[in-house]
């Protein structure tokens, strides 16, 4: 499984950005896609999360009504829209796969659920 992120970039606060994570490889229906942040000097922090079959979404409860993730299945791709973005939102995020489904919204409080990674795409709040 490969993932490809893109949309990062230096916004303003209270500016949006949306990034893209399209993945390919073996996948499964059944599966579960989302987004993990890491800032510097703190530790991994999932964002949001989606399952892939029946589009069940989760979120951290610091981006709640700010961040809506969104899939197109025929694209294999993944969507994070940010709205309202704050300085405490900079960081590095990582599109983030597991196989088996999200726990139940699991993964945002463990990221180690996750089994495959992006490389990465910077988002900068000024």
């Known amino acids: 499984v490969q993932l490809v992120e893109s949309g990062g970039g230096s916004v303003q606060a209270g500016r949006s950005l949306r990034l893209s994570c399209a993945s390919s490889?073996?996948?499964?229906?059944?599966?579960?896609m989302g987004w993990v942040r890491r800032a510097p000097g703190k530790e991994r922090e999932g964002v949001a999360a989606?399952?892939?079959?029946?589009?069940?979404?989760y979120y951290d409860d610091s981006v709640t009504g700010r961040f809506t993730i969104s899939q197109d299945n025929a694209k294999n791709t993944v969507y994070l829209q940010m709205d309202s973005l704050k300085p405490e939102d900079t960081a590095m995020y990582y599109c983030a796969l597991r196989v088996i489904g999200c726990r139940s919204g699991a993964v945002i409080a463990n990221p180690d659920l996750v089994n495959y990674w992006g490389q990465g795409t910077q988002v900068t709040v000024s």
């Open positions: 989606i399952v892939t079959l029946g589009g069940t979404t």
């Open positions: 490889g073996s996948v499964v229906s059944t599966m579960c």
